[in-house]
């Protein structure tokens, strides 16, 4: 099994809808992150959590949402999805107290709201 | 501010063909991570090398290279003898390690496109 695990891989969805991405992870992280591709943008930090209980807004928060239910699961939420809003989406964990300063990312959710 | 600019947003070459991805950055801090990415096709995330910034030794992974230069705040990417599997985009990223986020600020991207 990956490290990081996001489902789903694919998702098409319509605007208004309501959408939930997930993802776990095996590698006993603390930090988890959620970033958002867009061609020519790179990735952009959505929201980040350094424990169950918090939660920080990244760059660019507005129009998401996230629950950080466990250690190993963070998900991100689209409460009234739109168009612009079509991206590929990955999770990310990272754990510096560690000693690693690298990351480990899921296979990207690709959404597109229609 | 930090920042990563990655000023080439598409090159192409024929194979075999060397060819170097540019990476600036910008940081205030004195610790700090460099990352390479590269995005194939089928869209996930694979890592290539990090590099952090007390070491400026260049670094040579068969085809693969990387030259870190602090005095030029760059860390460029050059693959020697390209070929067609090494069309995807790839990603320089910047971690600061007094940064309260610990987040990867990544640079825009550079898509590769090696023909045959």
């Known amino acids: 099994d990956a490290d990081v695990t996001q489902t789903p891989r694919n998702r098409i969805t319509k605007t208004g809808k309501r959408i939930m991405l997930e993802c776990s992870q095996t590698?006993?992280?603390?930090?988890m992150y959620w970033y958002r591709q867009d061609p020519g943008l790179g990735l952009r930090l959505i929201y980040y959590?350094?424990?169950?209980?918090?939660?920080n807004k990244g760059e660019i928060s507005d129009g998401y949402s996230v629950s950080r239910q466990a250690q190993a699961k963070f998900s991100l939420s689209l409460e009234s999805a739109i168009p612009n809003q079509t991206a590929l989406y990955f999770c990310?964990?990272?754990?510096?107290?560690?000693?690693?300063?690298?990351?480990?990312f899921g296979s990207g959710t690709r959404l597109t709201v229609v | 501010a930090q920042k990563v600019t990655q000023a080439q947003t598409e090159i192409s070459v024929v194979e075999k063909e060397d060819v170097t991805l540019d990476c600036v950055y910008e940081?205030?801090?004195?610790?700090?991570?460099l990352f390479w990415y590269k995005q194939p096709p089928s869209g996930e995330l694979v890592f290539l090398i990090r590099?952090?910034?007390?070491?400026?030794q260049n670094e040579i992974s068969g085809r693969y290279s990387w030259n870190f230069q602090k005095s030029t705040s760059s860390f460029n990417f050059t693959i020697t003898a390209s070929q067609v599997v090494d069309s995807a985009v790839y990603f320089c990223?910047?971690?600061?390690?007094?940064?309260?986020?610990?987040?990867?600020?990544f640079g825009q991207g550079t898509t590769l496109q090696v023909k045959p």
């Open positions: 990310a964990t990272s754990d510096p107290r560690q000693g690693d300063y690298g990351y480990t």
């Open positions: 959590s350094f424990d169950v209980k918090d939660i």
């Open positions: 990223a910047l971690s600061e390690a007094s940064s309260n986020t610990g987040k990867l600020i």
């Open positions: 940081t205030r801090d004195t610790t700090y991570y």
């Open positions: 590698k006993g992280h603390d930090r």
């Open positions: 590099r952090n910034s007390f070491d400026e």
